[in-house]
């Protein structure tokens, strides 16, 4: 059944990850062959699905419209996003919606390099909504799970041999030299902000 | 194989012939294109040409044909005690398999070849049937439970189907079967609904039903077509994805916006785009929990429920601590 090509899993990222995401590669020569994002916990990303609080937009565009975007997550790290004439709908609800508010966003990485030779990564959006906190506190914890599951992933491979690491946790390794703690503290903090929240409720009269 | 001594015979021995190829012939016409003169020629040659005993014929043609398909000698109908199997297990084409099944449903058959189809049933679901009319079977009554033994499965596009033919023996089962759903539960944000979704236009043709592109249809050409809601959505739980399909129904069901409201809508913006526009803004990026029918690679949204109620993090956060 080749014909129809899979569609791209939307992966769950905090921003502190995939922020720290540089290498991009392909799995074919073809030209129009999905160009993937590597993960630092060792895992491609041709999409991404995140929820957080928008916090800023801003047409940074010279010539023609170009929309900047600030999605904040729990645990204040960022996603930046942009917008312009072939993504018009993303576009028009950057232009349209007044921050603050909980958007989600399906979206593909994108790359780029900086003047100093850094690697930056963004979001070109394919569709932004606007959503409530409960659907925002889902994908945290949905987002935690996928984390931890990639996390252990990624450990096992210290004990396992060779043959049996999984290929995107090998080329992690091999692409960067961060630590997955920090991953790891994202997550667990992203979801003690859930339980505050919740203990605020609770003590307010 | 005694040599044949006067006409009579020899009109006997060739009926035989005939009769070897037309059971040959029945034990592969679910498997090969043949008919029954390609197999009485090849046992001719062998016996008329090379004078091979037809017990020696019938063996090395049923070799050929069994070389030709792709089949073991054991999976030949009358080749031995079949499994027993059920209908969630069908998982392969061209088996021979016995099952104990409900019929559940009969459908008005479109082809005289035909003598039945319709729904089998056990516990672990349904799985189509059909029942070839030279096959000279029994009639198959709705509500009842049969044994079914020397079943060959099927498969187009996906979904697996038994064919009873003239090997198939259908005996009355003194039991009540409780027939399971095979509906498939998936879960997860909405990530796109797809073009050829909000108010699309159908074929207007009989039998055809076919989602009009620019006002054409791919078999009909041009034509008016009729309004209709869909929904052709992906639900993705950042492991995997799921196509779901909502009909008219489950669309204004999820949606809220009936067939009538979209028309307006259309109308007064002078563009179909705009219902499908409002249908995203609503429910995109959201997570559903939606339960139906499998087909092909689709669910057919039968419930939909929105996974809006409060998350548990304690969990989670246990585990997240623990690595």
């Known amino acids: 059944m080749a014909a129809v090509p899979s569609r791209e899993v939307a992966r769950r990222v905090f921003a502190r990850e995939f922020n720290d995401a540089s290498y991009t590669f392909k799995e074919s020569d073809d030209e129009r062959a999905p160009v993937y994002l590597l993960l630092p916990t060792g895992e491609r990303a041709n999409r991404i699905f995140l929820v957080g609080t928008l916090t800023e937009t801003e047409d940074v565009g010279e010539d023609s419209e170009y929309w900047q975007g600030r999605v904040v997550d729990p645990n204040g790290d960022t996603f930046f996003m942009y917008a312009g004439q072939y993504q018009p709908d993303a576009a028009s609800m950057l232009r349209e919606l007044e921050p603050p508010a909980y958007v989600s966003v399906v979206g593909k990485p994108r790359t780029y390099e900086t003047d100093d030779g850094e690697v930056n990564v963004s979001v070109r959006p394919e569709s932004i909504t606007t959503v409530g906190e409960a659907t925002r506190d889902r994908w945290v914890v949905e987002t935690a799970e996928r984390t931890i599951d990639r996390i252990q992933e990624y450990q096992a491979a210290e004990t396992e041999d060779g043959a049996a690491v999984d290929e995107y946790v090998r080329m992690a390794r091999e692409e960067y030299d961060l630590s997955v703690e920090n991953y790891r503290r994202a997550a667990t903090e992203a979801l003690e902000s859930l339980e505050a929240d919740d203990e605020q409720v609770e003590a307010s009269p | 194989m005694p040599p044949i001594e006067n006409d009579a015979e020899a009109v006997r021995a060739m009926t035989d012939l005939r009769t070897q190829a037309e059971e040959i012939h029945e034990q592969f016409s679910d498997q090969l294109e043949i008919s029954v003169d390609d197999v009485h020629e090849r046992l001719e040659t062998l ?101 079914l033994r020397n079943v060959v499965t099927d498969e187009y596009q996906g979904r697996f189907s038994v064919k009873l033919n003239r090997t198939t023996v259908i005996e009355d089962a003194d039991e009540e079967i409780e027939v399971g759903d095979d509906d498939t539960t998936v879960e997860g944000a909405l990530v796109d609904i797809q073009s050829g979704s909000g108010l699309i236009k159908r074929c207007p043709e009989e039998d055809c039903t076919r989602v009009l592109q620019n006002g054409r249809c791919s078999e009909h050409g041009e034509a008016e077509g009729e309004f209709d809601l869909r929904i052709k959505g992906v639900l993705d739980d950042g492991e995997d994805v799921h196509e779901v399909i909502f009909d008219k129904a489950a669309t204004e069901d999820f949606t809220g916006i009936t067939l009538e409201e979209a028309k307006e809508m259309a109308m007064d913006a002078l563009d179909t785009t705009v219902v499908a526009d409002k249908m995203r803004k609503e429910t995109l990026g959201r997570y559903y929990r939606v339960t139906g029918p499998t087909f092909s690679r689709y669910v057919l949204a039968d419930e939909v429920e929105e996974l809006d109620g409060p998350v548990d993090a304690e969990e989670t956060l246990i585990k997240a601590r623990s690595i």
């Open chain 2, 47 to 147: 016996v008329e040409e090379y004078k091979v005993p037809v017990d020696e014929a019938r063996r090395s043609v049923t070799s050929t044909y069994l070389d030709e398909a792709g089949m073991d000698r054991e999976e030949l109908s009358g080749g031995g005690g079949n499994e027993q199997v059920q209908v969630s297990d069908v998982d392969a084409a061209e088996e021979w398999v016995d099952l104990t099944a409900k019929v559940v449903e009969l459908w008005e058959p479109n082809s005289d070849a035909v003598a039945q189809v319709g729904l089998l049933g056990d516990e672990t679901g349904t799985i189509k049937f059909t029942k070839w009319s030279k096959s000279d079977l029994p009639e198959l009554e709705d509500g009842e439970v049969y044994h």
